[in-house]
């Protein structure tokens, strides 16, 4: 089968979410499928990154998107129905540039990523299938909970026009897939049941027993610091929970790895808080952490992150939100929490208790060894695809 692939950014380098499962889904459906990519990017992609991509398509366009220009586009929306960061992708010229690329390769199908680019799948005669990856709408609410009151109603306008466009993505397009059962129940529509739920998974290198490294960190949460709720959860990690930690243990060091983190956040860097930029391989992270933590309070979806860490046989700790998607057992495989004195308590446990440790880590990487790879995961996104195609 022929595929076309439209995403809102270049799915390389690995740092955020959304590059992380575009990159995977591409890697696993080239097996059997000819992949021709056609991404927009609001900033220059080298040609190294483009040649990450090569092997796994027949054919790799991008469409840049000059941001000041699509700025006003993005206010005028203020005004209108349109959601904000549609209004900020939409680009007539860009549409042009895409059809006369499905004239070019003729694919058989379609594939979207986020609701973001559903305008570009106007008036194309074509099996078309939209990944929401998560509920967005949702996600947009409980920003909103979490913002001051100037950026209070902008998140909550945000995610009506959000919750109108996700109940139109379910009429307009052949078939929709999402990350998690949890993130579908959250969709307005009541033809949400129909979606198919294709989880994140991990790579072969993650599969691949780890080899042991000297521990350099008690405590690692990492991430895309760019966005907001890993800010929201890095904060309240060092504001809040260390504090508690070092009561009784003083010297407990914390680690937040991750690109593009805000200045308030490097503000924090001490002996004891080490905040790291730029990573060459997250996985030496992992491995060279203790325990791994992610108090996420906002967001929705499966956490990349806690994935790959319990992988790597590091015993992790997150909050009951983040395991909604997740569905690991608490005390067995994950340790939850949702306070700062229980967040500090499983901390201070899995420093000071081995056997605890141990088991954790143990069952957690089997948990995850089990249940969420990438092969397995495309199993069900291809099924969809030859689904349409069948009819």
């Not at 959601?83 to 694919?107: E, G, T």
């Not at 799948?121 to 947009?140: C, G, K, R, W, Y």
């Amino acid at each position: 089968m022929k595929i076309a692939i439209f995403l809102s950014r270049f799915p390389f380098p690995l740092i955020k979410g959304d590059k992380l499962r575009a990159y995977n889904q591409i890697v696993q459906l080239a097996k059997k499928h000819e992949i021709f990519l056609f991404c927009i990017s609001d900033e220059k992609v080298s040609e190294e990154h483009i040649q990450e991509l090569q092997p796994f398509c027949k054919q790799i366009e991008v469409a840049y998107l000059n941001k000041w220009k699509a700025m006003p586009k993005v206010l005028l929306a203020i005004f209108n129905s349109l959601p904000l960061q549609v209004a900020f992708y939409k680009s007539s010229k860009i549409k042009k540039l895409y059809d006369a690329f499905l004239l070019r390769h003729k694919p058989d199908l379609c594939y979207y990523q986020f609701v973001r680019t559903a305008p570009y799948a106007e008036n194309i005669s074509l099996p078309q299938v939209i990944d929401f990856q998560d509920t967005l709408s949702a996600n947009m609410e409980r920003r909103a909970g979490k913002s001051n009151f100037l950026l209070r109603p902008i998140f909550l306008m945000e995610a009506k026009r959000l919750r109108r466009y996700e109940d139109r993505a379910m009429e307009t397009f052949d078939a929709q897939t999402i990350i998690t059962e949890s993130d579908r129940e959250l969709l307005n529509s009541p033809l949400r049941d129909k979606v198919a739920i294709v989880s994140n998974g991990v790579s072969q290198r993650y599969i691949e027993q780890p080899k042991e490294k000297e521990k350099l960190y008690d405590v690692l949460f990492c991430g895309n610091m760019g966005y907001k709720p890993n800010i929201t959860a890095a904060e309240y990690l060092l504001q809040t929970i260390m504090p508690l930690v070092r009561k009784q243990r003083p010297e407990t060091t914390i680690c937040i790895a991750g690109v593009n983190p805000p200045k308030h956040i490097k503000a924090k860097a001490t002996t004891t808080n080490l905040i790291i930029e730029k990573v060459d391989d997250m996985r030496d992270m992992y491995l060279q952490s203790k325990v791994f933590i992610a108090p996420m309070q906002i967001g929705t979806g499966l956490q990349n992150k806690l994935l790959e860490a319990m992988a790597c046989s590091i015993p992790s700790i997150s909050s009951s939100l983040a395991n909604k998607a997740l569905k690991a057992s608490d005390k067995e495989e994950i340790l939850i929490a949702d306070k700062a004195q229980d967040y500090a308590n499983c901390i201070l446990e899995l420093l000071n208790n081995k056997e605890m440790s141990k088991k954790l880590a143990k069952n957690g990487r089997e948990y995850i060894l089990n249940n969420f790879r990438w092969e397995k995961c495309n199993e069900i996104l291809e099924e969809s695809f030859l689904n349409l195609r069948s009819k």
